[in-house]
T-cell receptor, first 117, second 110 residues
Framework: GAVVSQHPSRVICKSGTSVKIECRSL??????MFWYRQFPKQSLMLMAT?????????EQGVEKDKFLINHASLTLSTLTVTSAHPEDSSFYIC?????????????FGPGTRLLVL | DAKTTQPPSMDCAEGRAANLPCNHS???????VYWYRQIHSQGPQYIIH???NNETNEMASLIITEDRKSSTLILPHATLRDTAVYYC???????????FGTGTSLTVIP
């Protein structure tokens, strides 16, 4: 299957700082990528849809000024958590859309665990 | 919002078949059913998807009822490494966003 990577795998930062997470599709070009957040013992929550060369589309309740998304190329999307606070501590997961048997299927990265102190 | 309902947890003996049910009674005619699983602290792993016909690959089989209101994921010979949370997802037709439900936590018992 298609491979998606994320960097870093885990990050610890101080409250008030910004953190950038990278998502890369390694062996295919992804015009659409997605960002999710997952709190402990909960399911994945879709945050935003990232389209190459255009502005991201955010889900209701997700602050676009706090979670900046950039999709500058067909293989890279970045999520920047600005002015992070302890409540932003979570597991952030990206996915990339890939056609499988003529149907768009999402392949997920391994996730980034963010801890804000 | 997720359009699927799954039991919160299930157990399965190692070596036996694991049958995971999913209810998607409001599915539209052009929506696909996808199955993913998430092993602890990892990203979800694609398993299989289908529209209306039964599907099989090297990981699992997907059985979709004729009315498409429910489906079953079958792991033919469960191993301890199959212990994970299994998500059944119906893809909305207007885009390719996935909305995850609560999933089924499968525990394979030695």
């Amino acid at each position: 299957g298609a491979v998606v990577s994320q960097h870093p795998s885990r990050v610890i930062c101080k409250s008030g700082t910004s953190v950038k997470i990278e998502c890369r599709s390694l062996d295919f070009q992804a015009t659409t990528m997605f960002w999710y957040r997952q709190f402990p013992k909960q399911s994945l929550m879709l945050m935003a849809t990232s389209n190459e060369g255009s502005k991201a589309t955010y889900e209701q309740g997700v602050e676009k000024d706090k979670f900046l998304i950039n999709h500058a190329s067909l293989t890279l999307s970045t999520l920047t958590v600005t002015s992070a606070h302890p409540e932003d501590s979570s597991f952030y997961i990206c996915s990339a859309s890939f056609p499988l048997a003529r149907v768009e299927t999402q392949y997920f990265g391994p996730g980034t665990r963010l801890l804000v102190l | 919002d997720a359009k699927t309902t799954q039991p919160p947890s299930m157990d399965c003996a190692e070596g036996r078949a694991a049958n995971l049910p999913c209810n998607h009674s409001t599915i539209s005619g052009n929506e696909y059913v996808y199955w993913y699983r998430q092993i602890h602290s990892q990203g979800p792993q694609y398993i299989i998807h289908g529209l209306k016909n039964n599907e099989t690959n090297e990981m699992a089989s997907l059985i979709i009822t004729e009315d498409r209101k429910s489906s079953t994921l079958i792991l033919p010979h469960a191993t301890l490494r199959d212990t994970a949370v299994y998500y059944c997802i119906v893809r909305v037709p207007t885009g390719n966003q996935f909305y995850f439900g609560t999933g089924t936590s499968l525990t394979v018992i030695p």
